[in-house]
């Protein structure tokens, strides 16, 4: 059982570059075909500063910024016992390749189901660029078996 004492617990930020040749491929992986995910050139054309990044990009970055090896550690967990439950996210802002993003991560709530067969263990996650302007807000809920 995940104790409820990591209520509260702050992730270390850690700063993620975002990379024209990663957009592309998550562009390409998401079936986005428009050139200002694809071609600089068009997204510069579009009057955009560089490829603009898909809307689920903010997801990618917060796997980039999470030592899953620690944060198993941290909750006395396996990765066998991980699902990826839900994920929520909230724009403020675009982001593009070029940019530098800090993720922070903060564990927002742990809740049992099911007499504690089920665990859910939610995170708030927050997104700022370079100019320290928040670009966007995720809510992750990760849900953990106990058989």
Same mark, same amino acid.
């Given at each position: 059982?995940?104790?409820?004492?990591?209520?509260?617990? /702050?992730? !270390?930020?850690?700063?993620?570059?975002? *990379? &024209?040749?990663?957009?592309?491929?998550?562009?390409?992986?998401? #079936? +986005?075909?428009?050139?200002?995910?694809?071609?600089?050139?068009?997204?510069?054309?579009?009057?955009l500063?560089?490829?603009?990044?898909?809307?689920?990009?903010?997801?990618?970055?917060?796997?980039?910024?999470?030592?899953?090896?620690?944060?198993?550690?941290?909750?006395g /967990?396996? !990765?066998?016992?991980?699902?990826?439950? *839900? &994920?929520?996210?909230?724009y403020?802002?675009?982001?593009?390749? #070029? +940019?530098?993003?800090?993720?922070?991560?903060?564990?927002?709530?742990?809740?049992?189901?099911?007499?504690?067969?089920?665990?859910?263990?939610?995170?708030?996650?927050?997104?700022?660029?370079?100019?320290?302007?928040?670009?966007?807000?995720?809510?992750?809920?990760?849900?953990?078996r106990?058989?």
């Amino acid at each position: 059982m995940i104790d409820k004492k990591h209520i509260g617990y /702050e992730f !270390l930020p850690i700063t993620v570059p975002v *990379e &024209e040749g990663r957009l592309k491929f998550i562009a390409k992986a998401l #079936g +986005e075909t428009r050139d200002i995910y694809t071609d600089p050139d068009a997204a510069k054309a579009a009057g955009l500063p560089g490829l603009l990044a898909p809307p689920t990009f903010p997801f990618m970055l917060e796997i980039d910024a999470l030592d899953l090896v620690n944060f198993m550690a941290l909750l006395g /967990e396996t !990765l066998e016992k991980l699902l990826h439950g *839900e &994920e929520n996210f909230s724009y403020y802002a675009p982001i593009y390749a #070029g +940019e530098k993003i800090t993720v922070r991560k903060t564990i927002t709530d742990i809740i049992d189901k099911k007499e504690g067969t089920l665990q859910f263990v939610i995170s708030d996650n927050t997104f700022t660029n370079q100019d320290g302007k928040i670009v966007a807000e995720t809510r992750t809920n990760y849900v953990f078996r106990h058989k």
